[in-house]
């Protein structure tokens, strides 16, 4: 079973109530359940860092991978996927949050995973809902991420580059629980 058929799976769990999911560490390990299951054969293991798979930290934006599945034989690594669930308002820098961690699945695309996902959940509408100026416009009015992106709040001084083009589509849970699944290009 592909990533993306699980991930649909598993919101569809979520649902009709099999599972609930409240934050960011519920959503995590529910979702390494159903990896666990639908791939037997493979290995996977959360937090680890890039170092495990012999990259060099200092080449990443980020160091901890969410998910990640392997071939624990060979250690090949095979899918990562960043996880994101926020619930504390802090609106544009989880935004600029969910950017970095699409940087961060193109470095380990790059750096040698056969795939890399983001997988964001919201239940603030604000997040999907609302104006469509500035950062907002990528997850709010559908504008495509790519290129620089610069950090909206504070010093304003960072800026994550993409490659790949990402349209945030959000799809409907239950309520005002919707999600986005966005696979590294």
């Known amino acids: 079973m592909k990533i993306d058929e699980i991930v649909v799976s598993f919101v569809d769990e979520i649902a009709r109530g099999v599972v609930e999911i409240y934050n960011e560490f519920s959503l995590q390990h529910e979702l390494g359940i159903r990896f666990r299951e639908y791939l037997p054969d493979q290995k996977v293991q959360f937090e ?68 890399a996902y983001v997988l964001i959940f919201a239940d603030d509408r604000l997040f999907y809902e609302g104006r469509e100026q500035g950062i ?16 909206p709040t504070g010093r304003q001084d960072q800026v994550l580059y993409l490659r790949g083009e990402y349209a945030i589509t959000w799809l409907p849970v239950m309520g005002t629980l919707k999600y986005s699944l966005i696979k590294a290009q």
């Open 48 to 115: 680890r860092n890039v170092s495990f798979f012999e990259f060099d930290k200092a080449a990443f934006v980020k160091r901890e991978i969410d998910i990640v599945v392997y071939d624990d034989l060979a250690r090949n690594p095979e899918v990562a996927i960043e996880l994101k669930y926020p619930k504390n308002g802090q609106h544009p820098e989880q935004m600029f949050s969910f950017c970095k961690d699409i940087a961060f699945a193109e470095q380990l695309k790059t750096a040698g995973f056969q795939d």
């Open 136 to 151: 907002y416009s990528y997850f709010r009015g559908g504008k495509a991420l790519t290129g620089p992106i610069r950090k």
